[in-house]
């Protein structure tokens, strides 16, 4: 049963095939067989699963209405608060943190009737491209346990991939979902800013970050996105818009459809496998009927940069809460509260967030404020028109979503500006608040996982979904599955 997709085990739910504690029973099963050797999960409380999984049941059985996930088993990465559970953001500075209230979209998965399998790994507060910065343990790529998952949401990538869970929650500041989605050979979603509720994540780059989800198929994609999206009048950013009816549509062609293709995403640094198989992905779009255009983004150039001035900043100012006061790790030997501070911050944190904390905190520092932060907001308006100029001639924007394939644990572990380039197809997205999907195109001859991104316009997750289903339909990488 774990090894169907979403709607396949809904179905099995509706029709009596299967009960909700029997199929989250063989996840907790998956996951006490696998997860000693992928590290996947932080917190999985099975007890707590398995009750959640006989509360629908019962309410099954008792006639009751029943939400759009009932009884379907749904990891949440673990930078999402869930009340009275731990969200340690794979952070030692929240290592003992349980949140008094759940997030926004915990709160739909719960509406939904979901069973909140547990808490995913991640790179710590969200700060990476490898989830080798968690505190607590590196997650593995379930196609190769030498090489790492991607990041920061590598454990709900890995999760979904190994068929630990079905769906999976994930955030993206700069990639974060689209990026392991690729490398772990499944479906990630990064929406629109403002089209998911950000209430009850835990800061990074509060101007970048979302929230999505992970998937086996487009269509479970837009399963989980049509629960989570909507307005939420606790973050004031949150869109008040109506969601469309994603699954209702998924299935239906975009027809005429225009493909644009930015040539600086085929640039020096980019794996000849990778090139290969998005480019081959390019003539299925052609036999589908659609116009193949060649499209600008040259601002893209100064994403990178653009976006660690912009993340960390935000990052700095983020973080200062952290300070040993109110919650969070606190130094246990200090001299008095500005040690106590320094302490506290200097033991919490990891090196890549304390890195990141640095750069910010430079960047808006007196007299470098100008050169450096404000210029950055400069460039992200320029990046910003360049996607407006594409997407007047063409629906969606294609390219790879990672340069290369998945790379051993601890390959660039000694290398940040070679690990932040690992975003460098990805991050232009999050600057310029548009919706991207990676879904999967192709594999290395090594067996690796190779995905493709498709970018469209702010709030046309539906648009993006159907074109994304066209290609999924008309191949078979989306039903691979990793050796267990």
């Not at 907001?377 to 998945?406: E, M």
């Not at 008309?474 to 050796?483: E, N």
Request: contains cysteine; proline residues 6%.
């Amino acid at each position: 049963m774990i090894h169907l997709t979403a709607h396949e085990q809904l179905a099995a739910l509706r029709t009596g095939a299967t009960t909700a504690e029997a199929l989250a029973q063989q996840h907790l099963d998956a996951i006490r067989r696998l997860e000693p050797k992928l590290q996947a999960f932080l917190h999985v409380d099975e007890t707590t699963v398995l009750e959640q999984a006989r509360s629908v049941d019962a309410k099954r059985q008792r006639g009751e209405p029943l939400g759009a996930l009932a009884g379907l088993p749904v990891a949440i990465k673990d930078v999402l608060c869930t009340a009275g559970r731990p969200t340690t953001c794979g952070s030692k500075m929240l290592q003992h943190f349980k949140p008094p209230y759940d997030a926004h979209v915990v709160e739909r998965l719960r509406q939904a009737d979901a069973v909140l399998l547990g808490k995913t790994n991640l790179d710590e507060f969200a700060m990476g491209s490898s989830t080798e910065n968690s505190a607590y343990q590196v997650t593995r790529n379930p196609w190769d346990l030498e090489r790492i998952p991607g990041g920061s949401s590598g454990g709900s990538a890995a999760a979904v991939a190994a068929c630990e869970a079905p769906l999976a929650l994930g955030t993206d500041t700069g990639g974060s979902i689209r990026q392991p989605a690729a490398l772990c050979g499944v479906v990630g979603l990064k929406p629109t800013y403002g089209r998911v509720s950000r209430f009850g994540l835990v800061a990074y780059g509060s101007s970048l970050d979302q929230i999505g989800p992970f998937a086996r198929t487009v269509a479970d994609a837009a399963l989980l996105l049509e629960v989570i999206a909507g307005h939420d009048r606790r973050d004031t950013t949150c869109v008040e818009r109506p969601v469309p009816a994603y699954t209702q549509t998924v299935e239906q062609p975009v027809a005429p459809l225009t493909v644009g293709v930015a040539q600086e995403h085929f640039a020096a640094g980019l794996d000849a496998e990778v090139e290969q198989s998005v480019r081959e992905a390019l003539k299925v779009y052609q036999q589908l009927g659609a116009t193949i255009k060649d499209v600008s983004l040259p601002h893209s150039q100064y994403a990178v940069a653009t976006y660690y001035l912009v993340a960390t900043a935000e990052a700095s100012s983020n973080l200062a809460r952290y300070d040993g006061v109110h919650y969070g790790h606190r130094a246990a030997k200090f001299d008095n509260l500005i040690d106590m501070y320094c302490k506290s911050r200097g033991e919490g944190f990891g090196a890549e967030v304390k890195r990141r904390i640095m750069l910010g905190t430079y960047a808006l520092s007196s007299g470098y404020y100008d050169a450096y932060y404000l210029k950055a907001l400069k460039v992200r308006r320029l990046i910003k028109d360049d996607f407006d100029r594409a997407f007047a001639g063409c629906d969606v924007v294609l390219g790879p979503t990672s340069p290369t394939p998945a790379f051993k644990i601890g390959e660039k572990a000694d290398d940040p500006l070679t690990m932040y380039l690992s975003d460098i197809y990805t991050i232009g997205g999050n600057l310029a608040g548009i919706t991207g999907i990676s879904i999967p195109c192709g594999f290395t001859r090594s067996g690796l996982p190779i995905g493709m991104q498709l970018q469209a316009p702010p709030f046309e997750e539906e648009k993006l979904l159907r074109v994304a289903r066209m290609y999924e339909r008309a191949t078979d990488w989306h039903t691979r599955r990793p050796l267990p």
